[in-house]
């Protein structure tokens, strides 16, 4: 069973750069799984995506995030990881990281993180 | 970007009614969307792919139908633990982000 796990700061200075790695386990980051992606959700709100990376190292973004935004892949630690730069408290929220459909003879399914908390703060 | 609308924001009903909610998509996603269930404090949860395919270990209750811009979510019979918000999600190839809807929320009546 594929699973994924968030690390990280839980806590950001205004201005500074949020940093997250996603760890997959279970499974191979290469195989399996076309993209792996982030996802936030601010505290009461809804769900907003962030961004992905493909197996093959290309990038799609959120166009609202675009420009302080950088997603990439580390095959040899099994993570991909999320870097966004001058952050403001609209940042604030839960940060997931999922995988893309995996997909066998009996159907699909697709894997989360169990989400992590980051505040944006001074 | 592609905008997708929930409706309704809330949906009220009492466990074993039929829940219809609905997901339009602002242009053309073909079939490349996906519904989700999410409870509090829970990652979202996955239901339906690809707008009517049942994801591995999703009970039969529930069923997604609809293409292009118009999709529709449908519990036949609310079971207790499936009052939750739902979210719709696109997928398209082009433009090559993604985006979700806003969740509706099913409550208890």
Known sequence: ?122 | EIVLTQSPATLSLSPGERATLSCRASQSVSNYLVWYQQKPGQAPRLLIYDASSRAIGIPARFSGSGSGTDFTLTISSLEPEDFAVYYCQQRSHWPPSSTFGQGTKVEIK
């Open chain 1, 1 to 122: 069973q594929v699973q994924l796990q968030e690390s990280g700061p839980g806590l950001v200075r205004p201005s500074q750069t949020l940093s997250l790695t996603c760890t997959v386990s279970g499974g191979s980051i290469s195989i399996g799984s076309s993209s792996w992606s982030w996802i936030r959700q601010p505290a009461g709100k809804g769900l907003e995506w962030v961004g992905r990376v493909y197996t093959s190292g290309s990038t799609n973004y959120n166009p609202s995030l675009k420009s302080r935004l950088t997603i990439s892949l580390d095959t040899s630690k099994n993570q991909f990881s999320l870097k966004l730069s001058s952050v403001t408290a609209t940042d604030t929220a839960v940060y997931y990281c999922a995988s893309s459909l995996y997909c066998t003879n009996t159907g699909c399914q697709d894997f989360w993180g169990q989400g992590t908390l980051v505040t944006v703060s001074s």
